[in-house]
């Protein structure tokens, strides 16, 4: 009688997808590893909406010389400037990010600390390559 | 083959393809994106730039739509609204790239 009413309830709350859901992410101590995930997902929207930006600046060169005039004039300020460098980061951190993804798919760094380590060069390599592809793409080697 | 497998495969083989395009496009973009109509005109209409770009945002929008349908999965639980999602983001990353290229195309 008693199994038959829990499995009446279960079976309702179920059906009403009000499950309880297991602790998330604001219940654990930050890691690395939880610290680069979430990372990983905000950077991968935020690339997606870079480009869709990217493909309208392209566009906006069919609307002619004149028109084109206020973006490179956005461009050339330092809050253009300042968007440049944070893209540059962004994909930075997502090429790294995926290498090391990559790897674990290839059964590669599994091991704690070895997933560590990695997942520190990811974050500060991130850095790095980003003043590497500014200071390419700017000639200054 | 399961459709999740294909779709983990999509994923993995597009971000291989994507790295080294990834590469290429920032520091192309960082060295022309100040520049004058004229310049920036130049880089589009030449080659390879004209190709490496066209693939690029393909692969790119092609890999971001199999992974933002993930984040979906994870964070949309009412069907109706996960599946209108799902089309509009590929709707969208299709529409986009299409009118993009077909844009330097006519430069």
Same mark, same amino acid.
């Given at each position: *009688?008693?199994?038959?009413?829990?499995?009446?309830? %279960?079976?309702?709350?179920? *059906?009403?997808?009000?499950?309880?859901?297991?602790?998330?992410?604001?219940?654990?101590? $930050?890691? @690395?590893?939880?610290?680069?995930?979430?990372?990983?997902?905000? %950077?991968? %929207?935020?690339?997606?909406?870079?480009?869709?930006?990217?493909?309208?600046?392209?566009?906006?060169?069919?609307?002619?010389?004149?028109?084109?005039?206020?973006?490179?004039?956005?461009?050339?300020? @330092?809050?253009?400037?300042?968007? %440049? @460098?944070?893209?540059? $980061?962004?994909?930075?951190?997502?090429?790294?990010?995926e290498i090391r993804h990559l790897i674990w798919d290839a059964g590669y760094g599994f091991d704690l600390k070895i997933s560590k380590i990695t997942g520190i060069i990811a974050l500060v390599g991130s850095f790095v390559l980003t003043i590497l592809f500014y200071f390419i793409g700017r000639n200054f080697f | 083959m399961h459709v999740s497998t294909k779709k983990w495969l999509f994923t993995k083989i597009s971000s291989l393809i994507l790295i080294p395009l990834m590469f290429w496009f920032l520091m192309s973009f960082v060295s022309i994106y100040d520049k004058e109509f004229f310049e920036i005109i130049g880089f589009f209409s030449n080659q390879p730039s004209k190709i490496l770009f066209s693939v690029f945002l393909v692969v790119a929008f092609f890999f971001s739509a199999l992974t933002i349908s993930e984040i979906f999965e994870d964070y949309l639980h009412d069907d109706r609204i996960k599946n209108v999602a799902n089309k509009a983001l590929y709707l969208f990353a299709i529409l986009i790239p299409l009118l993009t290229i077909l844009g330097i195309y006519t430069i």
């Open positions: *009688m008693f199994n038959e009413k829990y499995e009446t309830l %279960v079976y309702k709350l179920f *059906m009403q997808n009000k499950n309880p859901l297991s602790p998330h992410l604001q219940i654990y101590k $930050w890691q @690395i590893s939880s610290l680069l995930s979430i990372t990983h997902r905000i %950077v991968g %929207v935020i690339n997606f909406f870079a480009i869709t930006l990217i493909c309208l600046w392209t566009l906006t060169l069919l609307l002619g010389q004149n028109n084109y005039q206020t973006i490179q004039i956005f461009l050339n300020t @330092i809050f253009g400037k300042f968007a %440049v @460098i944070s893209l540059c $980061w962004t994909f930075s951190f997502h090429i790294l990010n | -």
